[in-house]
DNA sequence: TGACATATATAGATTGCCGATATATGCTAA
DNA sequence: TTAGCATATATCGGCAATCTATATATGTCA
């Protein structure tokens, strides 16, 4: 099931910053593993991705490398860095922040951390 | 806490309806409501709202009456149509979807609805 | 060899929300 | 009594995030 896209605003550089928080990744791959991570539910375009990820290694939250891979094609690899994970984990307090309000207000629903 | 604006993206819409389901209200009293439900996470601004409301209104979700308070002052109130209440309820269950694909990808978050 | 998947990239458009500003009234304190 | 603040609604311009469309180049498979 695909979601409405306004609802992605703002948590789309937090869901790829956590993807890079466990390997190294080129951009192709990022939209790959954030599909079967979350389902189907996330359809990142490359259109978004690509320039998000110029922004991100701008403001230094990630750095890349090329990478030739076996059939000689070469690969643009994204690496967190020090200050992206840090900013990783202020805005995954934000999410949960921002989720239980949500919640609240919303009514039945639990949100509960592990 | 506040948070960083653009999380909200999209969820506005659904927060107001839910405030409808519960009684009439009027905007300044949607902007304090919201404010308390949330615990001060939602600071939704007048400029925000008031064009909103429009938009709903004209998309048949709402519907709106002039009611006189008791000190004489004229308050638009704004009533949820059944066209809203059914989008209402599809907007949480794709909030629902969204939520726990955020929390999949995230990771060490579990997601209960009641 | 032609079509399709992989892989990256940019430009233009749309959308949602905010800041600033405007208007008008009621309440309260100097 | 009047100036300031809260209440209450409204519009405009702007910004930020995402999408669509398009472009390029290579690898793979029918």
Do not use: C
């Amino acid at each position: 099931m695909a979601i409405d896209k306004s609802l992605l605003t703002g948590s789309t550089t937090m869901l790829i910053l956590r993807l890079l928080e466990e390997a190294d990744m080129y951009g192709y791959q990022m939209i790959e593993e954030l599909n079967k991570k979350s389902k189907n539910v996330f359809a990142l375009k490359a259109g978004t991705l690509y320039p998000l990820l110029h922004s991100l290694e701008q403001k230094e939250l990630v750095t890349s490398y090329e990478k030739t891979a076996d059939n000689a094609k070469v690969r643009k690899y994204y690496s967190l860095t020090k200050k992206g994970s840090s900013h990783l984990h202020a805005k995954k307090e934000e999410w949960k922040v921002y989720s239980s309000a949500v919640n609240d207000v919303l009514g039945g629903a639990t949100f509960a951390t592990a």
